[in-house]
């Protein structure tokens, strides 16, 4: 009488459904990281320039009253008195 223990016994549909299960995960897990890198790494800003802001300021102190007006509703004398509060 011989036995054979090599034989395994055949997978279960669980099993089956299980490793199917991990692959889906796996898939997902991937896309998620291949998305995200794709999103953090393409987004760039559109102004780079540093100075931008205070060349926006002086145009609107020395440029024409209305436009500061326009853009601001702050009179000019008031909107001075802002810039050296702050």
């Not at 099993?15 to 990281?33: C, K, M, N, P």
């Not at 436009?67 to 509060?85: A, G, H, N, Q, Y």
């Amino acid at each position: 009488m011989t036995t054979s223990y090599n034989m395994a016994p055949p997978p279960t549909l669980i099993v089956i459904l299980l490793s199917h299960l991990q692959v889906l995960y796996d898939v997902i897990g991937l896309t998620f990281v291949v998305v995200m890198s794709l999103f953090l790494g393409g987004v760039y800003t559109q102004h780079i320039d540093m100075w931008r802001g205070t060349r926006w300021i002086m145009q609107l102190l020395y440029g024409h009253e209305a436009r500061l007006m326009s853009l601001t509703c702050i009179r000019p004398e008031v909107f001075r008195k802002l810039l050296d509060w702050l």
